[in-house]
T-cell receptor, first 115, second 115 residues
Framework: AQSVTQPDIHITVSEGASLELRCNYS??????LFWYVQSPGQGLQLLLK??????LVQGIKGFEAEFKRSQSSFNLRKPSVHWSDAAEYFC?????????????FGKGTKLSVKP | EAQVTQNPRYLITVTGKKLTVTCSQN?????MSWYRQDPGLGLRQIYY???????DKGDVPEGYKVSRKEKRNFPLILESPSPNQTSLYFC??????????????FGSGTQLSVL
């Protein structure tokens, strides 16, 4: 069964600084990987996903993530954080192959942005 | 408009009084899932369903029931709610549970308080 670990519960960065949120997964084969964002009081919105091909994927709001098979990681990055990026971020893994699957989420990382 | 609709948005109840949180999707999705979100614990899956009449336990199924009699509806039932079920609940759906790299569509959430 697949699993996801987000080692950082809470991160604070200054506005304009770069950001990297960590995600490690456990799965026997190449998985589908996702990053979702949850703004306060909102549901979850898909930021980006990886399912094949280029290991560096671009998402909405200027985010990108890199799939590293050797490290079982899918870290989320942004070069310059904006105050509106303050939210909770969830990494998720889906089983690749087969007709159906079940997404598993990490515990999330809460991002605070200092002015 | 494609959407997942949860009701109610807020619910306050007392211990032991049966309640149902409804979830409906209008996208003909095979897969539906319930999550609870608690501070520091992230999103934990309660139950999921791959198709009509097919349901499976997630990580925290105790104290909950679900049914999937129709493709569009996936109600969450708390037969005898207890205070430790006070939480924010999300319903989600997708065509195949992420198995083909597709995203989940989330409802707006139900904030449940059990006194």
């Amino acid at each position: 069964a697949q699993s996801v670990t987000q080692p950082d519960i809470h991160i604070t960065v200054s506005e304009g600084a770069s950001l990297e949120l960590r995600c490690n997964y456990s799965y026997g084969a190449t998985p589908y990987l996702f990053w979702y964002v949850q703004s306060p009081g909102q549901g979850l919105q898909l930021l980006l996903k990886y399912f094949s091909g280029d290991t560096l994927v671009q998402g909405i709001k200027g985010f990108e993530a890199e799939f590293k098979r050797s490290q079982s990681s899918f870290n989320l990055r942004k070069p310059s954080v904006h105050w509106s990026d303050a939210a909770e971020y969830f990494c998720a893994v889906g089983a690749k192959g087969g007709s159906q699957g079940n997404l598993i989420f990490g515990k999330g990382t809460k991002l605070s942005v200092k002015p | 408009e494609a959407q997942v609709t949860q009701n109610p948005r807020y619910l306050i109840t007392v211990t032991g009084k049966k309640l149902t949180v409804t979830c409906s999707q209008n996208m003909n999705h095979e897969y539906m899932s319930w999550y609870r979100q608690d501070p520091g614990l992230g999103l934990r899956q309660i139950y999921y369903s791959m198709n009509v009449e097919v349901t499976d336990k997630g990580d925290v199924p105790e104290g909950y029931k679900v049914s999937r009699k129709e493709k569009r509806n996936f109600p969450l039932i708390l037969e005898s709610p207890s205070p430790n079920q006070t939480s924010l609940y999300f319903c989600a759906s997708s065509p195949f549970g992420g198995a083909r790299g597709e995203k989940l569509f989330f409802g707006s959430g139900t904030q449940l308080s059990v006194l």
